[in-house]
């Protein structure tokens, strides 16, 4: 009897793996992407915890912005991977947390604030994609990415920059076919060059 259970348990936790495979491997590669050691070294971001955490969210935002664009044939499962791409992302920054010795406590509330900041960013990047605003999005980069209020001539170069390899990697996902973006069978473009 408890073989039976163990292989339901684990035929269970296989399905959903399955399920969720697509935004897992999403993930994955915008993890890999926010990695890039160029956005870090030529593109200013500064290599710390919070630095990781904004390009990891302008990457996830970069996908979840195809994933807005899929076409209505396809828009009930694209919303659906967005969907798991947050959710894993949240479970991501929750482990990243407790390995950091972050108590269970203290957990709950930094995941509910890194989320909320999460949706902020992707609403900012969304909004100055959606309307191909290269200004608005470099404004949206300065407040976020490079976290200044009152930023420096260099800060305002590299964002200016940035803004435009970001449309530039954006243009390169909208020619991507809708059932490969939705099958996680693609490369993210980098968004920081030398």
């Not at 969720?20 to 935004?23: E, G, I, Q």
């Given at each position: 009897m408890f073989s039976r259970l163990r292989n339901f348990f684990a035929f269970a936790e296989r399905s959903e793996a399955a399920m969720?495979?697509?935004?897992e491997t999403l993930y994955q590669l915008c993890l890999t992407h926010s990695r890039d050691p160029q956005l870090f070294l030529t593109g200013g971001v500064e290599d710390t915890l919070d630095g990781r955490f904004d390009s990891l969210c302008l990457s996830v935002g970069c996908?979840?912005?195809?994933?807005?664009?899929?076409?209505?044939?396809?828009?009930?499962q694209a919303k659906q991977t967005s969907q798991q791409l947050f959710d894993i992302f949240c479970s991501d920054m929750d482990l990243t947390?407790?390995?950091?010795?972050?108590?269970?406590?203290?957990?709950?509330?930094?995941?509910?604030?890194?989320?909320?900041?999460?949706?902020?960013?992707?609403?900012?990047?969304?909004e100055a994609l959606?309307?191909?605003?290269?200004?608005?999005l470099e404004d949206a980069l300065l407040r976020n990415l490079y976290r200044s209020e009152t930023p420096s001539d260099t800060q305002k170069k590299q964002?200016?920059?940035l803004a435009t390899q970001v449309l530039t990697c954006i243009g390169t996902l909208s020619k991507l076919e809708d059932g490969d973006v939705l099958c996680a069978s693609i490369e993210l473009?980098?968004?920081?060059?030398?």
């Open positions: 969720n495979a697509p935004a996908v979840m912005h195809r994933l807005a664009l899929v076409s209505d044939t396809h828009q009930q947390l407790r390995e950091m010795g972050v108590g269970d406590l203290g957990v709950s509330k930094r995941v509910k604030t890194m989320s909320e900041a999460f949706i902020g960013r992707l609403t900012a990047y969304r959606t309307q191909n605003d290269k200004t608005a964002a200016q920059i473009p980098p968004i920081a060059r030398q």
